[in-house]
């Protein structure tokens, strides 16, 4: 970008990493944000409104990392399961 030169590199595989801003703005309205943009959660992925649940990178103290992720979403569907059965 800087010299404006392109050039050919192989390689065998490619991983895509062009930001780490959260697509959050759609929630901005319903849920709490961070000043990052991120969803603020509280352990049960319980969003600030009720019964609508957050997981993963897009969480705010998320370790941005495959495995809590997971862990996140198996939390998250099951504190949805204990919300819609009352
Ligand atoms: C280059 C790179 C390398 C990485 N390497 C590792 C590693 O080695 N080990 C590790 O543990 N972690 C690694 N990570 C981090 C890991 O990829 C993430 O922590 C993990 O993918 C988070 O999962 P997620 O489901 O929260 O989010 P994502 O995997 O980002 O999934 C979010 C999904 O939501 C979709 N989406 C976004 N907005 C909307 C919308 N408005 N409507 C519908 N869908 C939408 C996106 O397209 C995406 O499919 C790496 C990340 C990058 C970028």
Redesign the pocket.
Known sequence: MKTKKSSTLEVAGV????G?KP?SQ?FANIVKLSESGHIRTDELMATSSPGLFA?????KS?????????G??ATAALSAFSYLRG
Do not use: E, K, T
């Open positions: 991983f895509v990493a062009v780490l697509n759609h997981a993963g990178d897009i969480r998320s370790a941005r990392q495959i495995a809590p992720a997971v996140d979403g």
